[in-house]
């Protein structure tokens, strides 16, 4: 059953029509052998994934080949998750954080980056479009908020985990691995240092 399932996590690059969440009666440690339970994980959780790698990426075959990894892994590793923790959201995020994180270790390596290419998912024309839009748009809205970029990488980090895509402190702390109290020391310093950067370009205009 698993290897169907394989078969059924290779996204288009358009998304399908998503929920805001999770229907309840799904069991997310279902999605590794029920395939209807995949498709409803799939549909509540894509755009928020493809939001998630197009803030961090330029490359639409990237952003693809990172969802379409991240739901297989999903897959892969969905007896291990125990509703008791949390939520499904962070949890696949962290699945996300952890494939971006390999995705840029790996391209230090030519032979690892040649081989990704050449593995690659084909996109079609309008699949690619849609996703240099969506890339475009993260990247625009990243700006509007505050300077996102300007803030050290541990801020930013915890910054777009919550206030972004919506986690609590204690699920951005699980993705990112430090300690509760640093995610909440971060996310303090970060929103300052945006409500600073933001005052001072209102002053400016």
């Known amino acids: 059953m698993t290897d169907t399932l394989r078969a059924e996590v290779r996204p288009p690059a358009r998304p399908p029509a998503a929920s805001a969440g999770p229907p309840p009666d799904v069991d997310t ?13 799939y549909r509540a959780h894509y755009d928020e994934i ?3 790698f197009s803030r961090r990426l330029t490359d639409p075959h990237d952003v693809a080949d990172l969802v379409a990894d991240t739901f297989l892994a999903a ?7 125990d509703p008791r923790r949390g ?10 954080h952890n494939r971006l994180r390999r995705f840029h270790r790996d391209r230090t390596s030519d032979h690892r980056t040649m081989g990704r290419i050449i593995g690659r998912r084909l996109l079609e ?3 690619v479009a849609d996703l240099e839009a969506r890339i475009d ?3 625009r809205g990243a700006g509007a908020v505050g300077l996102l970029a300007a803030l050290p990488e541990s801020q930013r980090q915890v910054v777009e985990l919550v206030d972004v895509h919506g986690l609590t402190p204690a699920e951005a702390a699980r993705v990112t691995g ?3 109290g640093l995610v909440y020391v971060r996310l ?8 600073a950067a933001l005052t001072n370009s209102e002053e400016h205009q």
């Open 75 to 81: 897959v892969e590793s969905a007896s291990t998750f």
């Open 188 to 195: 303090h310093r970060g929103r300052t240092a945006l409500r």
């Open 50 to 52: 493809v939001r998630y």
């Open 29 to 41: 440690r279902r999605i590794g052998h029920d395939a209807a339970a995949l498709e409803r994980f």
């Open 178 to 180: 430090v300690g509760a």
């Open 125 to 127: 024309p309008d699949d």
């Open 137 to 139: 748009a993260e990247r």
């Open 87 to 96: 939520r499904p959201l962070p949890w696949l995020i962290g699945i996300a």
